[in-house]
């Protein structure tokens, strides 16, 4: 079993940045690729960007791609969502996800947090 917990979601103005962590505990930790993925209002959930479990290869949904960045710190067991320019499109319950292979796919992960509200005025 893996625990995860997001924070750091929050209401703000068209142009800012956030930034989204997640904590794991539970079962290794780097064993995992790890993924965010959000839902925005009325819609199903969607692919934002994932990570190897080295940290090595990264992927982006080609909405985050030049404006999120994702991160990740084995040591603290955390993975990070940075997000720059943000627009209110981007608004979204985001989550983390931990799973076997760092793809796009909702179906790949096992683990997932419960979620952190972003809300992006305009």
């Known amino acids: 079993q893996v625990q995860l917990v997001e924070s750091g979601g929050g209401l703000v103005q068209a142009g800012a940045s956030l930034r989204l962590s997640c904590a794991g505990s539970?079962?290794?930790?780097?064993?995992?690729?790890m993924a965010w993925f959000r839902q925005p209002p009325g819609k199903e959930r969607e692919f934002v960007a994932s990570?190897?479990?080295?940290?090595?290869?990264?992927y982006y949904a080609e909405s985050a791609k030049g404006r999120f960045t994702i991160s990740r710190d084995n040591v603290k067991n955390t993975v990070y969502l940075q997000m720059n320019s943000l627009k209110p499109e981007d608004t979204a319950v985001y989550y983390c996800?931990?799973?076997?292979?760092?793809?796009?796919?909702?179906?790949?992960?096992?683990?997932w947090g419960q979620g952190a509200q972003v809300t992006v005025s305009s």
């Open positions: 539970g079962r290794t930790f780097y064993d995992y690729a």
């Open positions: 996800a931990a799973g076997l292979r760092p793809i796009s796919d909702v179906y790949e992960y096992d683990y």
């Open positions: 990570i190897t479990w080295s940290g090595d290869f990264r």
